[in-house]
């Protein structure tokens, strides 16, 4: 794929991730509301989906090539397979370029503090008395919104800079839950969540998109595991940062607390010029240069 177009294919994708998480408000409030174990059931279905279109995809791009296996031979004996040497060289090249690393850290701070926030206000709305049903509703406006923003991504990515979208995006999560302190109802709260989450796609095309052009393709795999693993394992701390914030300081330090991490993620994506000043899509390749004399371990092919 030409490196003009990265970007808007990863808008693509989100807007595909902000469809399915407008449909999955209202059915995960139903499912919850007939019965906790449809979801669990619900969960194993789309599990195994996922399992066969997967496998699917596989033969129609042609995963078994007849030379396949030779070539797995091949590429064996000249280089032992090694997760723990693959897992270093990706992190050693990621944290020596200061655009990259500085992102990813800032994802891993946002993450833990957006979700602990919204988790913090949806689990006191349900706290209040609210049904499940409210709640999957509240979530398909948040997915609502994030299609919205998903479906303008397109248009951002081309002509805002990825670094200045990242600050917008960071600054409206910020904004929100520092004013979810203030706001109780569930579709006050419905707002704040549409809001914080509304340049998330843009934001998250742009920054993806980057990382696919600045990093040399044979080092794109491990990349992409370490940024992933670091910027996604956050998450599942959130709910316990939101279960054991309420039930031990209350809704407003919980919150607190959470706006604290958004506000320290949007300062360090300010006070960092090679992450603020990345352009729009247009120039990724130009602005990644400066950082291409990081050295590598596994030999890079030019892009």
Known sequence: MPEQMIGRAQAANQGRDAALQLAGGPIGGMLLAAGGWLIGAAMMIGSAVSAVTAWILGRRVGWRRPDASQERADAASALPANALRELREGVSWLFRRPDLSTGTVVATVINLGLNAGTTTMIYAVLQSGYSEAVIGWMMAGSGAAMLIGALLAPTL????????????????????????????????????????????????????????????????????????????GAMPLSPLIAGFGLAWAGRTPTLIFSFALCAIALIMSVASRPLRSIPAEAGWAEHAKQFDSVPASTPAPTR
């Open 157 to 232: 990515v081309p002509r805002i800079g990825a670094g200045m979208l990242m600050i917008l995006g960071l600054l409206c999560c910020t904004a929100a839950v520092a004013t979810g302190v203030f706001v109780e109802s569930p579709w006050g709260v419905a707002l704040l969540i549409s809001g914080a989450v509304f340049l998330l796609p843009a934001l998250n095309a742009a920054f993806s998109g980057y990382t696919m052009v600045a990093t040399p393709t044979a080092l794109i795999g491990r990349v992409n595991s370490v940024g992933g693993v670091l910027s996604m």
